[in-house]
């Protein structure tokens, strides 16, 4: 049976809850473990598909389709093991699921209530799909004392006495402010949330405590003492130089043995990190430096965009290079037009991302003509593949007024919205005035590459597989007019219907996806789109 760790957060929101289940998953798998780790969000969304990326991030998919949070995003970074539909679960989806059974009768006339029937929920969703696993984590989202929570916290103490003592445990992680007028680091926040944890029937085993300066010993014993948890069981959490060097500095302050010391598990032998000090001495000891210019409409919030800035971070490790990224509003090209040059000719790429909406469009279309005319590396991640398709049907195709179904009606769609599309589970058909939410070409799909294409060159086959998330498409009948144009459809979905990879064989490195591939890049297994479009960004770097 797995073994159950459930990990709360306390004080203030933001402490880093996620990456610490990530790396302490990450430390255990280092140790030969079998891990999965998953995600508890206490709102009432079903999933986070429908808000916006200033509400909450990016939205993070799975192969089999699932909007997350991105913190899945974390897991799957750090253990590379696939996140599923089953590692997240809201309160909305909980709710859904008890209203939709009771609507049923499935409650046979029973009242329905938050005990047990939520609280059950939740326990159902917990135990799910763990055979063969000997750790599952299970971070709760938020922070102790939410109202919005207290159903799940409830669901965890009830969990640990179904599970029994030695099957379960409590890891919270809470904050160890310094105060500058008294020259000191307070423990008091840390006590009273334990304490609130505490009240809810919660006993955590393992403190983590994150500070930005070292947590010295009688601060650490003072905190055992009041908290109830062993000296050892107290970790401190600094600041690292980069999120990749998080599980080494949490194993060399014991958090990987003070969990398995918990759960009565003697740590024999220490765990193989030598991937995690590969990647930092990568990180730390670069042989160069790049400058790459994301242009989007989302960059006021940076987890708008975090695998994708995660990706290029890992293209720039499989290069042994920095990557400097710049951070560019698209909105800023429509509003000055001289601007344009000025903000891109000292990138040495250009990347448009997803997004949605045509707020910002223009400005990314006067990226792509920039990128496409001055020869300099472009990579566009599906709108930023559409962006680059109507650029090259205005520009080199003679279809001035191409555009696309998103933004309003048009005479040239070379975008449209997608209503049938063939799955794994059969053929999937959307209308325009339906539901927004999960109701995308969403998770993994094939595509077939060209066997003398640039892509195949890259991806070394040509058959692929990638992870989407979108509900237009690029029009098939534009095809041969983009061709005369330079822009070849290297990719196609296997029944030849949807464009999946654009590229332009006459420039350097010209490649548009209609797929988001970062969402499957690892810093130990950089996706190879990433690595070479940093390769190609490295050779722009020599020739300026």
């Given amino acids: 049976m797995a073994r159950f760790i459930f990990i709360t957060g306390g004080v203030v929101s933001s402490l880093g809850k996620g990456l610490m289940a990530a790396s302490l998953a990450a430390l255990l798998q280092a140790r030969g473990y079998k891990v999965r780790i998953r995600k508890f969000d206490p709102y009432l969304n079903v999933d986070p598909g429908t808000m916006?990326?200033?509400?909450?991030?990016?939205?993070?998919?799975?192969?089999?389709?699932?909007?997350?949070?991105?913190?899945?995003?974390?897991?799957?970074?750090?253990?590379?093991?696939p996140s599923r539909q089953s590692d997240n679960v809201t309160s909305g989806r909980i709710y859904q699921t008890i209203?939709?059974?009771?609507?049923?009768?499935?409650?046979?006339?029973?009242?329905?209530q938050v005990i047990p029937h939520v609280t059950d929920a939740i326990k159902e969703f917990a135990r799910a799909d763990t055979d063969g696993l000997d750790f599952?984590?299970?971070?709760?989202?938020?922070?102790?004392?939410?109202?919005?929570?207290?159903?799940?916290?409830?669901?965890?103490?009830?969990?640990?006495?179904?599970?029994?003592?030695?099957?379960?445990i409590f890891v919270h992680l809470t904050l160890v402010p310094y105060i500058a007028a008294a020259g000191e680091l307070k423990t008091k926040p840390t006590q009273h949330s334990v304490r609130d944890l505490t009240s809810l029937g919660i006993?955590?085993?393992?403190?983590?405590?994150?500070?930005?300066?070292?947590?010295?010993?009688?601060?650490?014993?003072?905190?055992?003492?009041?908290?109830?948890?062993?000296?050892?069981?107290?970790?401190?959490?600094?600041?690292a130089s980069s999120i990749y060097g998080v599980?080494?500095?949490?194993?060399?302050?014991?958090?990987?043995?003070?969990?398995?010391?918990?759960?009565?598990?003697?740590?024999?032998?220490?765990?193989?990190?030598?991937?995690?000090?590969?990647?930092?001495?990568?990180?730390?000891?670069?042989?160069?430096e790049v400058t790459i210019g994301v242009v989007g409409k989302y960059v006021g919030l940076l987890d708008a965009y975090k695998s994708l800035h995660e990706a290029l971070v890992h293209g720039g490790i499989a290069n042994r290079v920095k990557v400097n990224i710049r951070w560019i509003d698209a909105e800023l090209f429509e509003q000055e037009e001289g601007g344009i040059a000025?903000?891109?000719?000292?990138?040495?790429?250009?990347?448009?991302?997803?997004?949605?909406?045509?707020?910002?469009?223009?400005?990314?279309?006067?990226?792509?003509?920039?990128?496409?005319?001055?020869?300099?590396?472009?990579?566009?991640?599906?709108?930023?593949?559409?962006?680059?398709?109507?650029?090259?049907?205005?520009?080199?195709a003679g279809i001035a007024a191409a555009s696309t179904t998103e933004f309003g009606p048009t005479d040239e769609p070379v975008v449209g919205m997608i209503t049938e599309w063939m799955s794994e589970d059969g053929l999937q058909k959307r209308e325009a005035g339906g539901d927004l939410g999960g109701t995308m070409r969403l998770g993994a799909y094939d595509a077939k590459l060209s066997g003398n294409?640039?892509?195949?060159?890259?991806?070394?086959?040509?058959?692929?597989?990638?992870?989407?998330?979108?509900?237009?498409?690029?029009?098939?009948?534009?095809?041969?007019?983009?061709?005369?144009?330079?822009?070849?459809?290297?990719?196609?979905?296997?029944?030849?219907?949807?464009?999946?990879v654009v590229e332009r064989p006459e420039h350097p490195w010209f490649v548009?996806?209609?797929?988001?591939?970062?969402?499957?890049?690892k810093p130990f297994d950089p996706h190879p789109l990433f690595a070479s479009f940093i390769a190609a960004a490295l050779q722009q770097s020599r020739l300026v």
């Fill in 342 to 396: 000025a903000q891109l000719e000292p990138m040495h790429a250009i990347l448009v991302p997803g997004g949605f909406g045509e707020r910002g469009s223009e400005g990314k279309i006067a990226a792509v003509r920039f990128a496409r005319e001055r020869k300099v590396p472009y990579f566009g991640i599906c709108l930023g593949m559409q962006m680059a398709c109507i650029e090259g049907a205005r520009n080199t």
């Fill in 99 to 112: 209203i939709q059974k009771e609507r049923r009768g499935d409650y046979l006339g029973a009242t329905v």
């Fill in 136 to 168: 599952v984590l299970c971070e709760i989202g938020g922070t102790v004392g939410d109202i919005e929570s207290l159903p799940f916290m409830e669901a965890i103490r009830q969990l640990r006495n179904d599970l029994g003592r030695g099957n379960s």
């Fill in 247 to 288: 599980p080494l500095q949490y194993h060399e302050e014991g958090l990987d043995e003070a969990v398995l010391s918990a759960f009565g598990i003697e740590a024999k032998d220490e765990p193989d990190l030598t991937r995690w000090t590969e990647i930092m001495d990568r990180l730390e000891n670069p042989e160069g």
């Fill in 512 to 521: 548009g996806v209609q797929f988001h591939p970062e969402l499957k890049s």
């Fill in 52 to 81: 916006s990326p200033y509400q909450h991030g990016e939205v993070y998919v799975t192969d089999d389709g699932a909007e997350t949070d991105l913190d899945l995003g974390h897991y799957e970074r750090f253990t590379g093991v």
């Fill in 453 to 500: 294409s640039h892509a195949a060159s890259i991806y070394g086959t040509t058959d692929i597989s990638e992870r989407h998330r979108h509900r237009y498409e690029v029009n098939v009948h534009y095809r041969e007019s983009l061709e005369r144009g330079g822009l070849v459809f290297s990719g196609m979905s296997p029944d030849g219907e949807l464009p999946e």
């Fill in 203 to 239: 006993q955590p085993d393992v403190l983590v405590c994150r500070c930005d300066r070292p947590l010295p010993e009688g601060e650490r014993a003072k905190i055992a003492l009041f908290c109830n948890v062993p000296t050892e069981a107290v970790i401190p959490a600094l600041d």
